[in-house]
């Protein structure tokens, strides 16, 4: 393990408040960030993340605390009820009282259940999160939202519960599978167009090394990244109204993991629904063009899909009927006017939804993008062409709502 470098300190202004701390080497040094007056601290890790738990459970030991590590289930099989009642168990023979702590360590679905079982236990006990994908540190473990599982549908159980610390330790993503790195990318890239321009640059300056786990562009877009989270979780910490932006391609996004049954990973799904948030927006005359053809080029150079067929576009409008920002029957979406302005479009029509549906799986029925061969990509002028100019033909857009 390398020297501990602290590279961030980003506040979050929800409550008391809390940091999110984004670095390398973070992990050895954890005991500087956990809460002073704590006697027993439980540790839920994914199972990948034994190897970095194990020793640090040792030394917390050996500095005075009571520590019981509880190994979760791997990925979403951990957000369930099963799992939550054997932590509440845990808990209660280790007599785990209002001072002590858990210590999440792993992706989302860890932070999730290990925040969802913070929340519950004695109506709510103190969670540090130490997240250790890309789209835990940039999203998951921050803002409060905890949660499992059931038959009916994904995260429909939870709670808002801050954590008191977030640790992004960058090194943790060395051990990541590529596909879940390239997955958190399409989060990461998704706070570019809503709010920060220069997270784009840095990844148009280059998409390979701005997904090396070793290199300098991963933390500098983490600590970005978290910083957009940061502002509008501070803004909007129980999701009322402004924190919709970071839904911002999430609505085809969902709907796609829905009728694909999980099979798609979260950020490849988000990253198509960008592009076509990106075609309803030029559709409706909102959107330059060549924004829509930026949306494609830089999530295809970091490998991410920009295009999506299904046999079932009735299945698929019906999924996203059932996205949370409607409001009653009227559907409402996350689009942008331009990079860093993002706005929410009320009442599109059917008409323009299959329009711009079309357009995305269009573009997959004639050529699969480079990036998913895994080749290079042409990156110059980026802002500047439109490789993909849709018909511009309608005025059925909808009603722009400009957020507050
Ligand atoms: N609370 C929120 O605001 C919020 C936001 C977005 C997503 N989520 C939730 O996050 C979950 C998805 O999170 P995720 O994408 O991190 O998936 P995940 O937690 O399932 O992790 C993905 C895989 O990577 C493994 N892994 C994690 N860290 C590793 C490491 N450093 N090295 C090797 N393997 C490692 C995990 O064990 C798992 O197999 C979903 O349940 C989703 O609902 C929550």
Redesign the pocket.
């Known amino acids: 393990m390398g020297v501990a470098e602290e590279m961030a300190r980003i506040p979050v202004q929800v409550g008391a408040g809390y940091q999110v701390v984004v670095g390398r080497g973070l992990i050895g040094r954890l005991e500087a960030y956990l809460p002073k007056d704590v006697v027993r601290v439980m540790v839920m890790y ?4 034994s190897e ?1 738990t194990m020793p640090l459970a040792e030394r917390l030991r050996g500095g005075g605390l009571e520590v019981h590590a509880l190994s979760v289930p ?3 099989a ?2 369930t009820i099963d799992v939550a009642q054997a932590a509440w168990q845990r808990l209660g023979e280790a007599s785990f009282t209002r001072t002590d702590l858990i210590v999440t360590i ?7 259940l290990g ?1 969802f079982v913070a929340a519950t236990w004695l109506r709510g006990i103190r969670v540090v999160h130490v ?6 540190m940039v ?5 409060g ?3 499992i ?1 059931t038959v009916q549908g ?2 429909l159980v939870g709670a808002f519960h801050q954590p008191s610390a977030v640790i992004c330790d960058c090194d ?6 590529r596909p ?1 790195l390239v ?2 990318m399409a ?1 990461v890239i998704k706070t570019g167009f809503v709010a920060d321009r220069t997270i784009l640059d840095v990844i148009w300056s280059g998409p390979q090394e701005a997904l090396n786990p070793r290199g300098p562009l991963m933390p500098e877009l983490v600590s970005r990244s978290v910083a957009v989270k940061a502002e509008v979780v501070s803004q909007d910490p129980q999701e009322a109204g402004w924190r919709a932006i970071l839904n911002y391609g999430h609505t085809l996004g969902h709907a796609i993991e829905l009728v694909e049954d999980y099979s798609w ?3 490849d799904a988000v990253a198509v629904g960008m592009v076509f948030a990106a075609e309803i927006a030029v559709r409706s005359g909102l959107l330059d063009p060549s924004i829509l053809g930026a949306h494609r080029e830089v999530l295809a150079s970091v490998g991410l899909p920009t295009s999506y067929q299904t046999g079932n576009w009735v299945d698929l409008l019906k999924a996203m009927g059932r996205d949370k920002k409607n409001q009653g029957r009227k559907r409402r979406l996350v689009v942008l006017e331009g990079i860093g302005r993002p706005v929410i479009l009320e009442g599109v029509a059917d008409s323009v939804m299959h329009e711009a549906y079309q357009a995305v799986a269009a573009v997959a029925a004639a050529k699969p993008y480079p990036a998913s061969s895994g080749e290079g990509f042409n990156l110059e002028n980026p802002y500047g062409q439109a490789l993909y100019v849709p018909p511009v033909d309608t005025n059925e857009g909808g009603d722009k709502v400009v957020a507050p």
Do not use: C, F, Y
């Not at 994914?46 to 993340?49: Q, T, V």
């Not at 792993?106 to 999730?112: F, I, K, Q, R, S």
């Not at 943790?172 to 599978?177: M, S």
């Open positions: 994914a199972p990948a993340l970095v791997d990925g979403e951990a957000k792993g992706g989302g679905a860890t932070t999730d925040g997240p250790t994908t890309l789209l835990g999203d998951a473990a921050i803002g939202k905890t949660g599982d994904k995260n943790q993503l060395d051990t990541l599978p879940e997955s958190g989060e990973r979260h950020g």
